[in-house]
């Protein structure tokens, strides 16, 4: 089985703190995303990596930046936290890019920035 | 106008009835479409995957595309408690990476 685990499940930070998001796949995926689900608004991709060391800007990647150094970890970076940022976190991975292939979903991080 | 708008509910429905969910969208390149489900303090499963139009068959669950009206739909037959989860809908263009999803709908199906 697929797993995909995230390193906290419940975080609270503080405006203004670096804050780390960590994810990790034991598939062997290429491809990994992270996305925050916001009710009303569903998923949106804020960064895409499909090799180590390489990424894409998703829909909303503003006030984000990623790490990827080792193929099954992937990193999302809030470098100056804010409360427009509270929110739940998910990380995905794939084997391929296509976004017809299946994602397999971490269980989520939620983030309260106070 | 989001590109994918699908009703949050909440839908509660009893065991046993038929669950009827859709999505409608308005970029009419969209060729793949998707249905993942997400249970309580889980992250999102696949669920089905349908490419271009037409109906497919899983099991209990059956899920149809309609290119002309831009709109989906799944269908839960014989509803079970277990069923009970959040639904969101998903579509991306062809040879693309990107998933633009619908808000999801919460179902309830009451033993």
């Known amino acids: 089985d697929v797993k995909v685990t995230q390193s906290s499940r419940y975080l609270v930070k503080r405006t203004g703190e670096k804050v780390f998001l960590e994810c990790v796949q034991d598939?062997?995926?290429?491809?990994m995303f992270w996305y925050r689900q916001d009710p009303g608004l569903g998923l949106r991709l804020i960064y895409f990596s499909y090799d180590v060391k390489m990424k894409e800007k998703g829909d909303i990647p503003e006030g984000y930046s990623v790490s990827r150094e080792k193929k099954e970890r992937f990193s999302l970076i809030l470098e100056s936290a804010s409360t427009n940022q509270t929110s739940m976190y998910l990380c995905?991975?794939?084997?391929?890019?296509?976004?017809?292939?299946?994602?397999?979903f971490g269980p989520g991080t939620r983030l309260t920035v106070l | 106008q989001k590109e994918v708008e699908q009703d949050p509910g909440p839908l509660s429905v009893p065991e046993g009835a038929i669950v009827s969910l859709n999505c409608t969208y308005s970029n009419s390149a969209f060729q793949y479409f998707m249905w993942y489900r997400q249970y309580s303090r889980k992250g999102p499963e696949l669920l089905m995957y349908t490419y271009s139009s037409g109906n497919k068959e899983d099991g209990r669950f059956t899920a149809q595309v309609d290119k002309s009206s831009k709109y989906i739909s799944l269908f839960i037959r014989d509803s079970q408690p277990s069923d009970s989860a959040t639904y969101l809908c998903?579509?991306?263009?062809?040879?693309?990476?990107?998933?633009?999803f619908g808000a999801g709908t919460t179902v309830t199906v009451r033993a």
């Open positions: 998903a579509m991306s263009l062809p040879n693309d990476y990107k998933l633009s």
């Open positions: 995905a991975s794939s084997p391929t890019g296509l976004a017809t292939d299946t994602q397999y």
């Open positions: 598939m062997d995926h290429e491809n």
